[in-house]
């Protein structure tokens, strides 16, 4: 009877650990309504599971994170618990048998030129791009017609709380941009920048203001499609920069010529340089600095998300690069309000160096400017949501 | 030299027949921008192409339509070509060793309860759900508050062209509701609903509406979770029936007391019955049936697009069914401005017979009603932009 009694105990102690091991991981936030994996516990490990009878090998791929065998089950699914990750969303897919695919589980992102799956792992305390009961901006989808494009082009617009109601009242516009392989959709999925602007609003911290997210990609016809989502690989890095430059350039063509011209016409803004901002992420930081610093006619607010002057970690030469923009530290400070370059301390590397460099170069030749390093987190999405957090409060001061 | 000459006659006839078959296979236009493959040609056969060099079996899995193995090329792909599909957009997936998931070259749809692929078959010559050069309408997201879910709901929101410069006009509103497994943006991506509306206005054959999009699933605190996306299946017809209809009392709930008069808070809508219109495809139009239905005192114009009354097949009791609204066909036609029922004729033969026998049931009891046919199209969504194009008009007038 004691044995038995000792058994019983036994059992009991296991199902309880189990459970609890169960209980303590939870199924993501960026999981579809009812998807019970992939689940995230306290200490940001990651339990992926999925059906795949027939397999022979099944993979987790975290893009900035483990990639790591799953193990087949008695059920005929696949399943693995991953290291901690970093706080924030982390892009994966799964490959079985050599078909790389989105996790069924997880909600749709576009993210490297596709749709592709993402975990949340929560950052304790960080509640900042949570939905709170405050009063609520909108998120509108827009269509323009591009002359430099030929085409009609999609962009999405946050408006914030009380634009509709108060009729006169004119806001000043931040131009927001995504990273290479996004989309213009990044920002409100990923980033969730309508709540971070919601809750920064309520709270006194930033003023009203229009945030326009437009799809980073352009190319005039016969235009080289490298670099482009599902077009080729540049063969050089040289080759990339080139063509990033070239689609900066057209990018900048249809922002300046269309996109801003068509959100000043169809929305209640302060249509001045002193009243507009422009930011981007990683390429969209790219882009921001080239386009900004060609355009100083039209930006004041300038920054840079883990992506900024593409000098590849070289140093800055103030007289030539930019056009010499850097070139009167004096002049410089009088025409740009803002010039704001942020990094996460757990970016890889040639990322954390090229954006400290040019931190460095910035302050070497006397440009005033903020520099920012998130901490502990990588070149992802929870990077460039403190980022927004720190960039918006400084703006149209 | 002539065996040689015949030779390559024979190598350029087979390479022009080759370039031909590939010329007739374009991409198609719901795939991701750059990607080749899944391609359509003009009779409407689908060629399927993965990757997946270790698999043992691939097969693609149209959801109302073929389900074909692909086979294995020599460069470790796999490939099928699929028998011609009717025209529209076509949700599938593709199976690698028992592992089911959406095509990486196609756009992410939310469908079956999950985002999964789909491919367009273009309609020879309709192009009244293409983007034209004409005023376009805002798609807006919005987040209410609802307490009958206890929960923040997100719903898309079309604006008609003008919308924002014209600041005292007032517009009736059109709620339109989604299918089973889909959510509040199946209108917009896979309807293309705001295109139709655009191109219906600028024709002068519509009149300038709001069309509010909301997710359809519902439920208050503890209530079954059956029939929700990734909840458990129902056990039974009449279990699927009863937990449909209880969804669909928590769902009249939340619209006739948060989403209508958030809307009518919101935007400038003509608040009366008189310019509220309900429709929704398959499960949106049995909900649309039960909520109109049941408050004719806030609808007056009502849709079913391949669902309706949820009779299952069996006759209309017209003094029992639906509380009776169906008893007395005056004071219905007095009531009801509009009452539309349609069906595509290649829906499988339980829908298009549960469509056609409430028909009958309705001039059987002499209710007036519009009843429509798509002809040759499936229990998908060109079935349901052709009757968003045929029932708009008919509204408000």
Do not use: C
């Amino acid at each position: 009877m004691k044995a038995i009694g000792i058994l019983l105990g036994l059992l009991s102690l296991t199902a309880v650990s189990s459970a609890q091991e169960q209980a303590d991981f939870k199924p993501a936030e960026t999981n579809i309504w009812g998807a019970e994996y992939p689940r995230v516990d306290a200490a940001g490990r990651v339990k992926v599971r999925i059906k795949a009878a027939d397999a022979a090998k099944a993979r987790v791929n975290f893009w900035s994170g483990p990639k790591v065998d799953l193990e087949k089950q008695a059920d005929g699914s696949w399943e693995v618990i991953t290291p901690p990750l970093v706080p924030g969303l982390h892009y994966y897919t799964i490959i079985v048998d050599g078909a790389e695919f989105a996790d069924p589980g997880s909600r749709a992102f576009f993210g490297g030129g596709r749709y592709v799956s993402a975990v949340e792992v929560p950052e304790a305390g960080a509640d900042y791009y949570a939905i709170k009961d405050v009063p609520r901006g909108q998120v509108r989808e827009v269509w323009y017609s591009s002359k430099t494009t030929g085409t009609w082009r999609h962009a999405l617009v946050y408006l914030p709380p009380g634009y509709d109601t108060q009729g006169k009242t004119r806001y000043p516009v931040l131009y927001l941009q995504h990273g290479g392989g996004e989309d213009e959709t990044g920002w409100i999925r990923q980033g969730r920048a309508n709540f971070i602007l919601d809750n920064l609003i309520a709270e006194g911290k930033a003023k009203p203001m229009i945030v326009v997210m437009a799809y980073g990609y352009a190319r005039r016809t016969g235009q080289s499609a490298v670099n482009l989502p599902g077009g080729p690989a540049p063969a050089t890095p040289e080759a990339r920069m080139r063509t990033m430059q070239e689609m900066a350039s057209t990018f900048q063509a249809d922002v300046t010529d269309a996109l801003i011209p068509f959100v000043d016409s169809t929305f209640r803004t302060i249509a001045h340089r002193e009243h507009r901002a422009m930011a981007g992420l990683s390429m969209g930081g790219f882009q921001t600095f080239q386009i900004t610093l060609n355009r100083l006619d039209l930006f004041s607010h300038i920054g840079g998300f883990s992506g900024a002057g593409g000098l590849n970690g070289r140093a800055l030469d103030p007289k030539a690069d930019f056009n010499g923009a850097f070139a009167d530290p004096k002049a410089f400070a009088k025409k740009v309000k803002l010039l704001w370059l942020g990094v996460g301390t757990a970016e890889p590397e040639r990322m954390r160096e090229g954006i400290r460099s040019f931190h460095k170069s910035l302050t070497d030749a006397g440009i005033e400017h903020v520099y920012y390093e998130a901490p502990g987190t990588d070149h992802e999405w929870e990077t460039w949501r403190r980022d927004l957090r720190d960039f918006v409060p400084r703006l149209f001061r």
